[in-house]
């Protein structure tokens, strides 16, 4: 016999021996099962959340997968028939067979409370896996050698509570109708100007050639070396963290204060150098603190931390979650990252990053900004502007981006050839100016391009026709 039944002599054993202390309730597995069998109808009711394995009684967990195996071939499920499919079960038998089946369909009176009885079970079920996972973590922290560092032992642990604090009822089929309301809401939200679920670039030219951009996508920004696609991502997560949106910025390259000396550029007008050298005016200073206070008042984080992978970047994205909020995720860049396993190929290694950056975007309902190198045979061909294919390990970068804008900025070329046709001209012609180009974009068309404007000395891009925070001062 079981040794759930043990719990308060529950099925005639002996309340002399010790009760489990396991969070369950045995009356409500009996009352759900005894509803399903007066009625096979009320199981969709529960049949969307529940699973044989919530259920605490073994017994229980095979009578429930039995019934919805028989409902699900179109059979009738009730004392009777399903009394054949354990004709032989020992543990049926100990606690009386058919007629215990027959005291099942006795519990239930009514269907009406199957989906509570069905929400009982599922969250003593939650409980149980809460209390399992404690226990393995103080036996894997106590036995636990150097091949199983801490770290690992705490991300895996984060991940498997997450995963059940994140995991609620499936919504299943639902009207298109529904969707369609959902739609209206948001455009009526953003008529009244307010924050929006979708992520905007903050660039009104670029915002209109791909659409807002739906959370649980990845978006990718490739550029060749020098294109200022950092300092893009930059002035996007700028952009969007003054309207009120919380950006997690994880950098490979850069450190915490590099990143910072930009933002307070990007918000003060005062060049990158000139921050960095340190001989400022009293104004310019003046500025500095401004822009400081203004970056604390904003949901901007950042996390410098080199030679990290995924699953790193999925767990502190994860605490954000919890206690900020996380619209935003932005990884510099995705060739950089930490590979999950080093034995494979690099393509596969690549593949591997951008697929969990996708199911990072998913799983925690925010977007994810890729950054990617470009290969070197951009540098080999006359034509510069970028292509998909240059992109390194590009199959599954392709693949996985829900968008794709690539940069370009033909000043760079031309400022290292000084000596080509017309080139005064050319470089009037294209100073300051940065292209973006749309190479793929699921939600609208995929091609053509737009033209910001380019601030090298304070790394900042905008719109041509909107003055910046340091135009409107004076500063230009």
């Given at each position: 016999m079981s040794e759930a039944y043990s719990y308060g002599g529950q099925y005639g054993q002996s309340e002399q021996e010790e009760p489990t202390r396991l969070p369950m309730n045995i009356e409500s597995e009996q009352a759900l099962l005894g509803a399903l069998l007066l009625n096979n109808d009320a199981?969709?009711?529960?049949?969307?959340?529940?699973?044989?394995?919530h259920f605490f009684e073994p017994l229980h967990a095979r009578l429930y997968q039995t019934i919805s195996d028989m409902i699900a071939q179109g059979r009738t499920a009730s004392p009777v028939t399903l009394g054949s499919y354990f004709s032989g079960d020992e543990a049926l038998a100990e606690i009386g067979g058919g007629q215990y089946l027959a005291k099942l369909a006795g519990c239930a009176t009514t269907i009406t409370n199957i989906g509570e009885y069905g929400r009982v079970i599922q969250e003593m079920a939650l409980k149980r896996t809460i209390i399992e996972t404690a226990e393995n973590m103080l036996e894997r922290a106590y036995t636990s050698d150097f091949s199983d560092p801490p770290k690992k032992q705490i991300e895996d642990a984060e991940a498997k509570l997450y995963q059940m604090a994140d995991r609620g009822p499936t919504t299943g089929l639902r009207h298109a109708g529904s969707g369609a309301t959902l739609v209206?809401?948001?455009?009526?939200?953003?008529?009244?100007?307010q924050v929006s679920n979708s992520m905007s670039t903050g660039f009104p030219s670029l915002d209109e050639m791909i659409g807002p951009q739906d959370r649980g996508d990845l978006m990718v920004v490739a550029a060749a070396s020098s294109m200022g696609k950092t300092a893009f991502v930059q002035s996007l997560c700028l952009n969007n963290a003054l309207a009120g949106k919380n950006v997690a910025f994880f950098s490979f390259e850069m450190t915490e204060e590099k990143l910072s000396r930009r933002f307070l550029s990007m918000l003060s007008g005062v060049p990158v150098n000139e921050i960095r050298g340190g001989n400022l005016s009293n104004r310019q200073i003046d500025e500095i603190l401004q822009a400081e206070r203004q970056l604390r008042d904003i949901g901007l984080y950042i996390d410098a931390t080199r030679g990290i992978g995924t699953p790193q970047i999925r767990s502190r994205a994860r605490k954000m979650k919890r206690t900020t909020g996380l619209?935003?995720?932005?990884?510099?860049?995705?060739?950089?990252?930490?590979?999950?396993?080093?034995?494979?190929?690099?393509?596969i290694q690549v593949g591997q990053i951008t697929k969990d950056l996708l199911r990072i975007a998913g799983e925690l309902d925010c977007n994810v900004i890729g950054l990617s190198q470009l290969s070197r045979q951009v540098d080999a061909r006359d034509d510069k502007r970028p292509r998909m294919s240059d992109l390194r390990e590009s199959g599954s970068i392709e693949h996985d981006a829900r968008s794709i804008l690539m940069l370009y900025r033909e000043e760079y070329y031309l400022s290292r050839m000084p000596d080509a046709d017309d080139w005064a001209e050319r470089m009037a012609d294209t100073k300051g100016k940065a292209e973006i180009i749309v190479s793929k974009n699921s939600e609208?068309?995929?091609?053509?391009?737009?033209l910001l404007d380019f601030d090298g000395p304070r790394t900042l891009f905008k719109e041509p026709s909107v003055a910046t925070h340091y135009e409107q001062r004076g500063f230009l």
């Open positions: 199981y969709d009711r529960v049949s969307d959340f529940l699973r044989a394995e209206l809401e948001a455009i009526e939200r953003k008529q009244k100007g619209d935003i995720l932005v990884v510099d860049y995705i060739q950089i990252a930490e590979p999950n396993d080093t034995r494979v190929r690099r393509d609208g068309e995929a091609a053509g391009s737009t």
